[in-house]
């Protein structure tokens, strides 16, 4: 946990104010990039399937469900960070570690003590910002869930979406909107548009004028996991 990000995020977000911390973590922390060895990211996924009691074969459901729990982690202290602080955290996806708690859900994302001293409170430029992080964190971690799986990447790219929405609405649509590269990578109104930003493309406004996927997110696919609601463009389609 980072203090001076935790004490800001609000308490509708708590369960994920620990979602980045420094140091090397447990034994059990992964480096991302070892996520890249197949025999890696099978394990972790068998844990988390076994964890939940998710009695499925869909590789492609289970990694879709498996990314909602890490984007959450990630969206965050990221969006507080940016927010809040005016600064980015230092989440490049090749220097970052993962744990997991026991049921094999994303816990905590570490990052170097070091590079977090380092970062310095600056304005939400799109270098820095949100599109930052999708340059750095999110592109990589989309074409790694690809790579093992076969994946559609608009479909992680929808949950990231919903999720870092949902993240900036509660932390403040004011502060998001006067931190103008949040708002366009996400395509609110009023923003200017989020040049071809997978975030925007990956969502549509709802009846109720909140934002749904424009692609399902496959969890109908897994016993017992409920349904996203009218977040679901597929229960919008039957309506």
Same mark, same amino acid.
């Given at each position: 946990?980072?203090?001076?990000?935790?004490?800001?995020?609000? $308490?509708?977000?708590?369960?994920?104010?620990?979602?980045?911390? &420094?140091?090397?973590?447990?034994? $059990?922390?992964?480096?991302? &990039?070892?996520?890249?060895?197949? $025999?890696? @990211? $099978?394990?972790?996924l068998d844990r988390f399937s076994k964890g939940l009691d998710l009695d499925t074969t869909d590789r492609r459901a289970l990694v879709s469900y498996w990314s909602q729990f890490y @984007?959450?982690?990630?969206?965050t202290p990221a969006l507080t960070a940016l927010?809040? +602080?005016?600064?980015?955290?230092?989440?490049? @996806?090749?220097?970052?570690?993962?744990?997991?708690?026991?049921a094999g859900r994303p816990a905590c994302l570490l990052v170097p003590p070091d590079a977090v001293a380092a970062a310095r409170p600056s304005a939400c430029a799109a270098a820095q910002g949100l599109a930052g992080l999708m340059d750095d964190h999110l592109h990589p971690f989309v074409e +790694?869930?690809?790579?093992?799986?076969?994946?559609?990447?608009?479909?992680?790219?929808?949950?990231?979406?919903?999720i870092f929405d949902y993240v900036a609405r509660e932390i403040g649509e004011e502060t998001a909107l006067a931190c103008a590269d949040i708002a366009s990578c996400l395509g609110w109104p009023g923003a200017r548009a989020g040049a071809g930003s997978p975030l925007a493309r990956a969502l549509c406004p709802g009846a109720s004028g909140c934002a749904r996927r424009r692609v399902c997110c496959l969890r109908q696919r897994l016993p017992g996991v409920a349904s996203c609601g009218s977040l679901c463009p597929l229960e919008c389609a039957d309506r």
């Open positions: 946990m980072i203090e001076e990000i935790a004490e800001r995020v609000p $308490d509708s977000l708590g369960a994920y104010r620990g979602g980045v911390a &420094t140091g090397p973590g447990s034994p $059990d922390a992964l480096p991302l &990039t070892s996520l890249r060895d197949p $025999d890696v @990211f $099978d394990a972790m @984007f959450a982690v990630l969206a927010m809040c +602080l005016g600064r980015p955290l230092p989440l490049a @996806f090749e220097a970052t570690s993962l744990e997991c708690d026991e +790694l869930c690809r790579a093992q799986c076969g994946i559609a990447p608009r479909v992680l790219w929808g949950n990231a979406a919903v």
